[in-house]
């Protein structure tokens, strides 16, 4: 057992890769629970989106007891901000009233929503063959229209709630509207599960966390590192602030507005290579978007799901390869380097060209010498996809996404054992 749990420490940098989005962030929860369990050390861990605020509560709360455990609790937190809509068929009979809903987005941006009762009606006409893969539709169908009508309570507010009436200047003019949601309760939940202390340069002994943004205005990639800068709420916030989900920019630097990382890159692979150039590394990437399937789209709703599914899947085979390359040529370096310095005499060479030489190759090692040395990608799995599945907060979904994640991750795990 002992040479299993040290097969993880052998010098590389162990990195932890979170992407977001939405309630399929419970799945990244899960992993980490798999890793603690595992004791498998992190150095660095890095998100972006709901993957961000994960790997924030996951680098502040390193060195405490049971950490997984407080991320599990931020997880069935939220979860109790969840508005299900079945409930409401206590006041409304049969439930006419909610499934006559309309989607908010109808009067907007989105007309080819339609109500819900419409949406149910066109999920049972499709899919009526199969009954469980039906009623899971379904219930992502709600989930959708549920939080984009009553928003979830710990973590975003929609703008229309009368509270806002008298303190929102646009309240009655949406035509001016930049973003739908207030995001105030994740604030107030994070100020809780996220110790900001820890998160400075000057703490050395937590892991090193690593968030990705992008400008709003030059499209240009912002990473957060808290090893060169305090992060901040506001850092949480952007690497979150995805602009679809009808969230707020963040201006994190006067005239530097930030939106949501995954807009340029759901996998921060690229980013961890750049901020820690030196040692190699070993990677756990948490996949919450399938590379690979099995079968063609069936229908609009499909395409349109697989398509967002390749959007945000990970895309960093690129910058392994690369990473190998570099690793390469550098060694290649090394060799001529040395044929140059065990022939200094005979090449009359300066010393000061000499230097020089030594100097650039140091300089380039620093810069580039990492490489990624092993990865285990971690997948969920997606038995009946649906484009609103990362909509979902329900309790039961929540916890069954968390034990997914546990579960893959510790079967990789132990495959690895087996192969020793």
Same mark, same amino acid.
């Given at each position: 057992m002992k040479g299993y749990l040290n097969m993880f420490?052998?010098?590389?940098?162990?990195?932890?890769?979170?992407? %977001?989005? %939405?309630?399929?962030?419970?799945?990244?929860c899960g992993v980490y629970k798999a890793l603690v369990k595992n004791n498998i +050390?992190? +150095?660095?861990? !890095?998100? =972006?989106?709901? %993957?961000? #605020? /994960?790997? !924030?509560i996951i680098a502040s709360n390193t060195n405490k007891e049971h950490s997984e455990e407080i991320l599990e609790d931020f997880?069935?937190?939220?979860?109790e901000g969840f508005v299900d809509i079945d409930t409401f068929s206590i006041f409304f009979g049969q439930n006419r009233s909610i499934e006559s809903?309309?989607?908010?987005?109808? @009067?907007?941006? @989105?007309p080819f929503i339609p109500s819900l009762s419409e949406a149910i009606s066109g999920i049972k006409e499709v899919y009526h063959s199969n009954r469980i893969e039906m009623d899971v539709k379904v219930k992502q169908m709600k989930s959708f229209y549920s939080s984009a009508i009553f928003g979830n309570s710990k973590m975003f507010i929609p703008r229309w709630s009368p509270q806002y009436a008298l303190k929102d200047p646009e309240y009655f003019i949406p035509q001016k509207w930049t973003f739908i949601y207030d995001r105030f309760p994740i604030v107030k939940i994070l100020d809780r599960y996220v110790d900001f202390d820890k998160l400075r340069p000057e703490t050395n002994s937590n892991i090193r966390l690593i968030l990705t943004a992008v400008n709003v205005l030059n499209s240009r990639p912002i990473t957060f590192d808290s090893h060169r800068e305090q992060i901040t709420i506001k850092h949480i916030l952007a690497t979150s602030a995805y602009p679809l989900y009808n969230f707020p920019w963040i201006e994190v630097q006067k005239g530097i507005y930030a939106w949501d990382g995954s807009l340029l890159s759901n996998t921060p692979l690229r980013e961890v290579i750049a901020a820690s150039p030196k040692k190699n590394k070993r990677a756990f990437i948490v996949e919450n978007y399938p590379r690979n399937v099995d079968n063609l789209p069936r229908n609009l709703f499909e395409v349109y799901h697989r398509a967002r599914d390749i959007i945000f899947s990970d895309k960093t085979e690129h910058n392994v390869r690369m990473s190998k390359v570099v690793s390469m040529y550098l060694k290649y370096m090394e060799e001529l380097y040395q044929i140059v310095d065990d022939n200094f005499d005979r090449l009359q060479l300066a010393d000061k060209q000499l230097k020089s030489i030594r100097q650039k190759y140091n300089t380039y090692k620093q810069e580039h010498g990492a490489e990624i040395k092993e990865i285990f990608h971690?997948?969920?799995?997606?038995? @009946?996809?649906?484009?609103?599945?990362? =909509? +979902?907060?329900?309790?039961? =979904? #929540?916890? /069954?996404? #968390?034990?997914?994640?546990?579960?893959? !991750?510790? +079967?990789? #795990?132990? /495959?690895?054992?087996?192969?020793?």
């Open positions: 420490k052998d010098g590389f940098e162990n990195v932890l890769i979170l992407q %977001g989005m %939405g309630s399929l962030g419970a799945f990244g +050390d992190l +150095d660095i861990v !890095a998100g =972006t989106s709901i %993957g961000g #605020i /994960n790997a !924030a997880w069935l937190e939220l979860s809903l309309q989607s908010p987005f109808y @009067y907007s941006f @989105y971690i997948k969920r799995e997606e038995l @009946y996809p649906h484009m609103s599945e990362n =909509t +979902d907060f329900s309790l039961e =979904t #929540i916890k /069954n996404s #968390i034990k997914e994640g546990e579960e893959k !991750a510790n +079967d990789i #795990i132990v /495959n690895k054992k087996n192969l020793r």
